[in-house]
Protein backbone atom coordinates (compact mmCIF):
# COMPACT_ATOMS: atom_id res chain seq x y z
CA UNK A 1 0.00 0.00 0.00
CA UNK A 2 1.45 3.20 -1.23
CA UNK A 3 1.50 5.78 1.83
CA UNK A 4 0.94 9.25 1.12
CA UNK A 5 2.67 11.82 3.75
CA UNK A 6 1.47 15.58 3.93
CA UNK A 7 4.21 17.64 1.78
CA UNK A 8 6.03 19.26 5.04
CA UNK A 9 6.64 16.21 6.16
CA UNK A 10 8.21 14.56 2.55
CA UNK A 11 9.90 17.58 2.09
CA UNK A 12 11.75 17.91 5.49
CA UNK A 13 12.33 14.14 4.84
CA UNK A 14 14.16 14.78 1.52
CA UNK A 15 15.95 17.58 2.98
CA UNK A 16 17.59 15.55 5.54
CA UNK A 17 18.25 12.61 3.26
CA UNK A 18 20.22 15.75 0.60
CA UNK A 19 22.17 16.43 3.97
CA UNK A 20 23.36 12.93 4.97
CA UNK A 21 24.83 12.49 1.20
CA UNK A 22 26.52 15.89 1.02
CA UNK A 23 27.95 15.11 4.65
CA UNK A 24 29.15 11.60 3.35
CA UNK A 25 30.06 12.71 -0.34
CA UNK A 26 30.67 16.55 -0.42
CA UNK A 27 28.84 19.33 -2.70
CA UNK A 28 30.76 18.58 -5.56
CA UNK A 29 30.34 14.59 -5.70
CA UNK A 30 26.63 14.61 -4.80
CA UNK A 31 24.09 14.22 -7.46
CA UNK A 32 19.88 14.66 -7.07
CA UNK A 33 20.28 10.82 -7.92
CA UNK A 34 21.76 10.15 -4.41
CA UNK A 35 19.42 12.21 -2.40
CA UNK A 36 16.44 10.39 -4.33
CA UNK A 37 18.06 7.10 -3.74
CA UNK A 38 18.94 7.89 0.14
CA UNK A 39 15.20 9.60 0.14
CA UNK A 40 13.97 5.55 -1.51
CA UNK A 41 11.53 8.24 -3.43
CA UNK A 42 11.43 9.05 -7.74
CA UNK A 43 12.93 11.92 -8.93
CA UNK A 44 10.08 13.48 -9.78
CA UNK A 45 9.27 13.56 -6.49
CA UNK A 46 12.33 15.47 -5.62
CA UNK A 47 11.83 18.18 -8.69
CA UNK A 48 8.41 18.65 -7.46
CA UNK A 49 9.56 20.51 -4.42
CA UNK A 50 12.98 21.07 -5.60
CA UNK A 51 14.18 22.55 -8.92
CA UNK A 52 17.89 22.02 -8.12
CA UNK A 53 20.43 20.28 -5.28
CA UNK A 54 21.26 24.12 -4.88
CA UNK A 55 17.43 24.90 -4.27
CA UNK A 56 18.04 22.18 -1.44
CA UNK A 57 20.76 23.62 -0.03
CA UNK A 58 18.95 27.12 -0.07
CA UNK A 59 15.83 25.25 2.06
CA UNK A 60 18.34 23.79 4.23
CA UNK A 61 19.63 27.16 5.24
CA UNK A 62 16.44 28.76 5.50
CA UNK A 63 15.79 25.95 7.94
CA UNK A 64 18.70 26.75 9.75
CA UNK A 65 18.32 30.08 9.70
CA UNK A 66 14.20 29.93 11.32
CA UNK A 67 15.95 27.46 14.08
CA UNK A 68 18.57 30.34 14.76
CA UNK A 69 15.72 32.72 14.30
CA UNK A 70 13.79 31.38 17.04
CA UNK A 71 16.87 30.84 19.43
CA UNK A 72 17.40 34.18 19.43
CA UNK A 73 14.07 35.76 19.61
CA UNK A 74 13.62 33.35 23.05
CA UNK A 75 16.47 35.36 24.47
CA UNK A 76 15.26 38.67 23.27
CA UNK A 77 11.52 38.19 24.91
CA UNK A 78 13.24 37.08 28.30
CA UNK A 79 12.53 39.83 30.55
CA UNK A 80 14.96 38.88 33.31
CA UNK A 81 18.31 39.46 30.98
CA UNK A 82 19.77 42.66 30.77
CA UNK A 83 21.41 44.05 27.29
CA UNK A 84 24.32 42.76 27.86
CA UNK A 85 23.09 38.91 29.04
CA UNK A 86 20.98 39.10 26.19
CA UNK A 87 23.76 39.82 23.34
CA UNK A 88 26.45 37.30 24.99
CA UNK A 89 23.19 34.08 24.96
CA UNK A 90 22.41 34.91 21.76
CA UNK A 91 25.98 35.08 20.19
CA UNK A 92 26.40 31.40 22.37
CA UNK A 93 23.65 29.79 21.78
CA UNK A 94 23.48 30.71 17.73
CA UNK A 95 27.59 29.45 17.34
CA UNK A 96 26.87 26.19 19.35
CA UNK A 97 23.84 25.48 17.47
CA UNK A 98 25.45 25.98 13.68
CA UNK A 99 28.34 23.71 14.97
CA UNK A 100 25.76 21.15 15.89
CA UNK A 101 23.91 21.37 12.78
CA UNK A 102 26.77 21.55 10.34
CA UNK A 103 29.45 20.55 12.02
CA UNK A 104 30.67 17.49 10.34
CA UNK A 105 29.49 18.69 7.36
CA UNK A 106 31.23 22.43 7.77
CA UNK A 107 33.35 21.42 4.18
CA UNK A 108 30.06 20.61 2.41
CA UNK A 109 29.03 24.62 3.24
CA UNK A 110 32.13 25.69 2.26
CA UNK A 111 32.39 24.31 -1.36
CA UNK A 112 29.07 25.35 -1.93
CA UNK A 113 29.99 28.89 -1.10
CA UNK A 114 33.33 29.32 -2.32
CA UNK A 115 32.10 28.03 -5.63
CA UNK A 116 32.24 31.25 -8.01
CA UNK A 117 28.58 30.08 -10.09
CA UNK A 118 27.22 30.27 -6.37
CA UNK A 119 28.40 34.00 -5.65
CA UNK A 120 24.64 35.60 -6.01
CA UNK A 121 23.36 32.80 -3.61
CA UNK A 122 25.85 33.62 -1.36
CA UNK A 123 24.82 37.64 -1.96
CA UNK A 124 21.17 36.68 -1.01
CA UNK A 125 21.58 34.36 1.53
CA UNK A 126 24.35 37.19 3.54
CA UNK A 127 21.26 39.71 2.80
CA UNK A 128 19.07 38.01 4.15
CA UNK A 129 20.45 36.97 7.20
CA UNK A 130 21.43 40.35 7.73
CA UNK A 131 17.86 41.78 7.74
CA UNK A 132 16.96 39.09 9.78
CA UNK A 133 20.00 39.29 12.74
CA UNK A 134 19.92 42.92 12.26
CA UNK A 135 15.78 43.00 13.52
CA UNK A 136 16.82 40.50 16.55
CA UNK A 137 20.02 42.79 17.65
CA UNK A 138 18.46 46.20 17.12
CA UNK A 139 15.70 44.87 20.04
CA UNK A 140 18.69 44.01 22.28
CA UNK A 141 20.68 47.45 21.63
CA UNK A 142 17.57 49.31 21.99
CA UNK A 143 17.27 48.09 25.48
CA UNK A 144 21.32 48.66 26.26
CA UNK A 145 20.72 52.27 25.12
CA UNK A 146 17.70 52.87 27.52
CA UNK A 147 20.20 50.74 30.45
CA UNK A 148 23.47 52.51 29.68
CA UNK A 149 25.46 49.97 28.31
CA UNK A 150 25.33 51.14 24.50
CA UNK A 151 25.64 54.39 23.19
CA UNK A 152 24.23 54.36 19.61
CA UNK A 153 21.98 57.25 17.91
CA UNK A 154 20.21 54.77 15.71
CA UNK A 155 19.76 51.15 17.01
CA UNK A 156 18.89 49.32 13.96
CA UNK A 157 21.53 51.19 12.27
CA UNK A 158 23.91 50.18 14.48
CA UNK A 159 22.83 46.26 14.62
CA UNK A 160 22.83 46.15 10.48
CA UNK A 161 26.70 46.96 10.50
CA UNK A 162 26.79 44.20 13.67
CA UNK A 163 25.27 41.77 11.50
CA UNK A 164 27.64 42.61 8.30
CA UNK A 165 30.70 42.29 10.39
CA UNK A 166 29.55 38.79 11.36
CA UNK A 167 28.83 38.00 7.88
CA UNK A 168 32.52 39.43 7.64
CA UNK A 169 34.15 37.37 10.38
CA UNK A 170 32.41 34.20 9.10
CA UNK A 171 33.70 34.58 5.14
CA UNK A 172 37.40 34.91 6.79
CA UNK A 173 36.58 31.91 8.90
CA UNK A 174 35.75 29.76 6.09
CA UNK A 175 38.80 31.22 4.27
CA UNK A 176 40.78 30.07 7.05
CA UNK A 177 38.88 26.54 6.98
CA UNK A 178 39.52 26.09 3.85
CA UNK A 179 43.23 26.58 4.39
CA UNK A 180 42.93 23.39 6.97
CA UNK A 181 41.25 21.20 4.43
CA UNK A 182 43.96 22.58 1.22
CA UNK A 183 47.23 22.34 3.65
CA UNK A 184 46.30 19.83 6.34
CA UNK A 185 46.69 22.89 8.92
CA UNK A 186 45.28 26.00 10.32
CA UNK A 187 46.36 28.23 13.15
CA UNK A 188 43.61 28.09 15.70
CA UNK A 189 45.26 31.20 17.04
CA UNK A 190 45.35 33.14 14.42
CA UNK A 191 41.03 32.33 14.20
CA UNK A 192 40.70 33.29 17.97
CA UNK A 193 42.94 36.39 16.96
CA UNK A 194 39.97 36.83 14.17
CA UNK A 195 37.30 36.74 16.70
CA UNK A 196 39.33 39.52 19.11
CA UNK A 197 39.41 41.88 16.39
CA UNK A 198 35.80 41.57 15.09
CA UNK A 199 34.52 41.31 18.33
CA UNK A 200 36.66 44.81 19.13
CA UNK A 201 35.44 46.69 16.40
CA UNK A 202 31.83 45.47 17.36
CA UNK A 203 32.05 46.72 20.81
CA UNK A 204 33.23 50.55 19.50
CA UNK A 205 30.01 50.03 16.46
CA UNK A 206 27.98 49.54 19.93
CA UNK A 207 29.80 52.36 21.83
CA UNK A 208 29.92 50.10 24.72
CA UNK A 209 30.76 50.85 28.20
CA UNK A 210 33.53 48.52 29.13
CA UNK A 211 33.11 48.09 32.02
CA UNK A 212 29.46 46.71 31.25
CA UNK A 213 30.25 45.26 27.99
CA UNK A 214 32.97 42.62 26.65
CA UNK A 215 32.05 40.05 23.78
CA UNK A 216 35.62 38.14 24.25
CA UNK A 217 35.18 37.73 28.31
CA UNK A 218 31.64 36.68 27.93
CA UNK A 219 31.26 34.19 24.75
CA UNK A 220 33.62 31.32 26.58
CA UNK A 221 30.67 28.60 25.78
CA UNK A 222 31.13 29.57 21.95
CA UNK A 223 34.97 30.12 21.66
CA UNK A 224 35.21 26.81 23.75
CA UNK A 225 32.95 25.32 20.92
CA UNK A 226 34.59 26.56 18.35
CA UNK A 227 38.16 25.93 19.50
CA UNK A 228 37.12 22.11 20.27
CA UNK A 229 35.29 22.11 16.59
CA UNK A 230 38.33 23.30 14.97
CA UNK A 231 40.51 20.70 16.82
CA UNK A 232 38.56 18.24 15.63
CA UNK A 233 38.80 19.04 12.36
CA UNK A 234 42.90 19.21 12.68
CA UNK A 235 42.38 15.81 13.63
CA UNK A 236 40.36 14.57 11.29
CA UNK A 237 42.36 15.93 8.65
CA UNK A 238 45.84 14.61 9.29
Known amino acids: MRIVKKPEVRKKEIIEAGLKVLYSKGYTQTTVQ???????????TFY???????ELIDALAEDMREKLMDIAWGIVGDRALN??????????KIAI??????????????????????????YILNKKSMEHFASVLAEIIKQGVDEGIFHVYSPYGAARIVSALLIQASDEIMERLKELRENGAVDIDRIKDIYR????????????????FSLWNNLSESIEAIDEFLKLLKKEDK
Open 97 to 122: EKIRRFGEGIYVIIDFLIDPKNAQFQ
Open 197 to 212: LYFDAIERVLGADRNK
Open 83 to 92: ASEKFYQVFN
Open 48 to 54: WYFRSKD
Open 34 to 44: DIVDTAGIAKG
